[in-house]
């Protein structure tokens, strides 16, 4: 994701991603982190990086993957600035983001997407490649760069600040 691109995104918008991203959950952010405050390189080039909130399933026969639904995001909120400081410009879960996280997509230009939660065998069908790149002794939560094709997701929190969740409420408040 370049930065113009995400620039453009606005909450509530629809979109349909394609190409590579990488999955990441609790245990891989604490040692990419870990790896970054020690000077290290990452396992993966942040820089424009899309970071899935998910923990898929074993393939069953004839598919790459699992089932690959969201988890909850606001357990990445202790590492999300640092990635996204780092290049990170969009990621991936289910539910909304602490403060400091959405201060931070304002201040390195990066968004917060929702995937479909409750569609985890429905959404891998979007997933056409999974190769494990980091971490494989972490299993489910090991990172892998997954190849995607039109994989839906609704932004959430925008660059400039909005939050669909907030103004969802808001507008049905006003009903």
């Known amino acids: 994701m370049s930065a113009d691109e995400v620039a ?5 918008d629809i979109v349909l991603l394609s190409g590579s991203i990488y999955t990441a959950r609790d ?22 990086s899309v970071i899935y909130y ?9 598919r790459v993957i699992g ?8 357990r ?16 991936i879960g289910k539910g909304g983001r602490g403060a400091e996280v959405r201060e ?3 201040r390195f230009g990066a968004v917060y997407c929702a995937a479909i939660g409750g569609a985890a065998a429905l959404i891998s069908q979007r997933i056409t490649g999974c190769e494990v790149i980091a971490f494989p002794e972490l299993g489910a939560e090991a ?10 997701v609704v932004v959430v ?19």
Do not use: C, W
């Not at 245990?27 to 424009?48: C, N, Q, S, T, Y």
């Open 8 to 12: 453009r995104f606005r909450a509530g």
């Open 54 to 62: 998910v923990g898929p399933t074993p393939a069953p026969p004839g």
């Open 157 to 175: 929190n925008d660059t400039e600040g909005n939050d669909l969740l907030t103004l969802g409420m808001e507008q049905y408040r006003s009903i």
């Open 104 to 106: 931070a997509m304002k």
């Open 27 to 48: 245990a891989a952010h604490k040692r990419i982190v870990e790896l970054l405050d020690l000077g290290e390189p990452p396992p993966f080039d942040l820089h424009g």
């Open 76 to 91: 990445m909120d202790p590492y999300a600035p640092k990635l996204m400081e780092r290049g990170m410009k969009m990621s």
């Open 67 to 74: 089932s690959a639904g969201p988890t909850t995001s606001y």
């Open 143 to 152: 990172v892998r760069r997954l190849t995607v094709e039109e994989f839906p």
